[in-house]
C-alpha cells in the first residue's frame, strides 16, 4: 500500500504517478458536475469518465477540509501510472491523491470471519449486545488494515444516532476488500482523520467489516458499551454510528444481500443503544456545543447536504425493515 498527494493537477497536464494506480481521490472546488478522468494507456485511446462527488464525510470541527464546501470524490484505477483531468474552468482541482493498494500486507483470508465474541475480551454490557454480537463482521485484521497508519486518539460517547452512507464507488466493484482498504489509507494518512471515518461498511455480498478501530475485541465500542468517535458525518460525529455501503446507491438500490445485512446490522445497533429507529431526537454534540433535532436512523443526506446515501437507499424503507427486524 502506497499513496503520494500530487498537488494543483491543471487539466490538460498529463498526470503521472511513481507507481500503478489502483484508485484516484480528488479534492476540487467549483460546481459538483463537470470534472472527467482519463486515464492513459500506451496504444490506446483515453477514455474519459464523469467524476461525481462522494461521501463526503469529515470531522466535527469548521477546520476539517473536508467540513467546507469543497468536493471530493474516489475513482479506481486501472492500475496505469498516467492520467489526465478535463474539466472547465469555474472548477479547480487542489490535489489528487494517487494510490497503490496491490502492495500491502497480505491478507489473512476472509473466511476467518469471526463474531465479536468469538474474540473473547471485555464485554460489560452483555444481553443488549446479543444480536450486534450473533452478526459476523469481518475484522480489521481479516481486511488488512495496516494498523501502523491508525494513529487516532479514541474517544468514546454513548450512542444517539445511526447513520447511513455509501463509498460511492463503482456498483460493479471486483474487488470491495481493495476498495476498503483505498479508504483507509485516504482517510487515516491523507485526510489526517488517523484512522477510517465509518464505523462499519457492508459490501454488495452482505459482508459486514469493521470499520474504524476500537481497540477491544468488540467492533466499534468500548467494554462499556459506548462508540468510538468517527469522522463521517461533519457536525454529527460524537455518538452517532456511521455505516458506509460500498457502492454507489444514485441509479440503482442496494443489491439485496447487502440491504439484508445492513437491516441486521441496524437493527442490532438499534437494540444495543436502545434506539427507535423510526423516532425522532435531540441529537446534542459536546464538541460543538450545537442540538438539532434528526432521525435517529437516516442517510448522511438527512444530517447534511449531500446526495451520500444515494437517491435509491430508501431510508423510509429502511427504517420500516429495522423497526420489522427488531419486532420479530
Ligand atoms: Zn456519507
Given amino acids: 500500500m502506497r499513496s503520494v498527494v500530487l498537488q494543483q493537477p491543471s487539466a490538460g497536464a498529463v498526470q503521472r504517478s511513481p507507481f500503478p494506480i489502483t484508485a484516484v481521490q480528488l479534492l476540487w472546488t467549483g460546481p459538483a458536475g463537470g470534472l472527467h478522468i482519463g486515464f492513459v494507456r500506451e496504444k490506446r485511446s483515453t477514455v474519459w469518465t464523469p467524476v461525481t462527488p462522494g461521501c463526503p464525510c469529515g470531522g466535527d470541527r469548521a477546520a476539517d477540509p473536508a467540513a467546507s464546501s469543497r468536493h471530493q470524490a474516489l475513482v479506481l484505477g486501472d492500475e496505469s501510472r498516467v492520467f489526465e483531468l478535463r474539466h472547465p474552468q469555474s472548477i479547480d482541482v487542489l ?72 463509498t460511492a464507488t463503482p456498483a460493479n466493484d471486483p474487488d470491495p476488500v481493495r476498495t476498503l482498504r483505498t479508504i483507509h489509507e485516504l482517510h487515516a494518512v491523507h485526510n489526517g482523520w488517523g484512522d477510517i471515518g465509518y464505523h462499519f461498511l457492508v459490501d454488495p ?18 467494554a462499556a458499551g459506548e462508540i468510538v468517535g468517527g469522522f463521517h458525518t461533519a457536525g454529527f460525529n460524537t455518538g452517532n454510528i456511521g455505516i458506509a455501503l460500498l457502492g454507489t446507491m444514485t441509479d440503482r438500490p442496494p443489491a439485496a444481500p447487502a440491504l439484508r445485512s445492513l437491516t441486521r446490522l441496524l437493527a442490532g445497533l438499534a437494540r444495543a443503544h436502545g434506539i427507535d429507529p423510526q423516532a425522532g431526537i435531540m441529537y446534542a454534540n459536546p464538541v460543538t456545543g450545537a442540538a438539532s433535532r434528526i432521525l435517529a436512523l437516516d442517510g448522511h443526506g438527512g444530517r447534511t447536504s449531500t446526495e451520500c446515501p444515494g437517491a435509491r437507499t430508501d431510508m423510509e424503507l429502511l427504517r420500516q425493515a429495522v423497526a420489522d427486524e427488531l419486532g420479530a
Fill in 95 to 166: 490535489s489528487a491523491v494517487v494510490v497503490d493498494t496491490v502492495h500491502g500486507p497480505p491478507r489473512t483470508g476472509l473466511a476467518s470471519t469471526g463474531r465479536p465474541t468469538d474474540r473473547g475480551g471485555a464485554a460489560a454490557v452483555e444481553e443488549p449486545f446479543r444480536a450486534f454480537r450473533s452478526l459476523d463482521i469481518v475484522r480489521r485484521a481479516d481486511w488488512g488494515a495496516q494498523e501502523t497508519k491508525a494513529t487516532a486518539s479514541r474517544d468514546f460517547s454513548p450512542v444517539q444516532a445511526l447513520t447511513v452512507h455509501h
Fill in 205 to 222: 455480498s452482505g459482508r459486514i467489516y469493521e470499520g474504524r478501530s476500537s481497540g477491544t475485541a468488540t467492533p466499534g465500542h468500548n
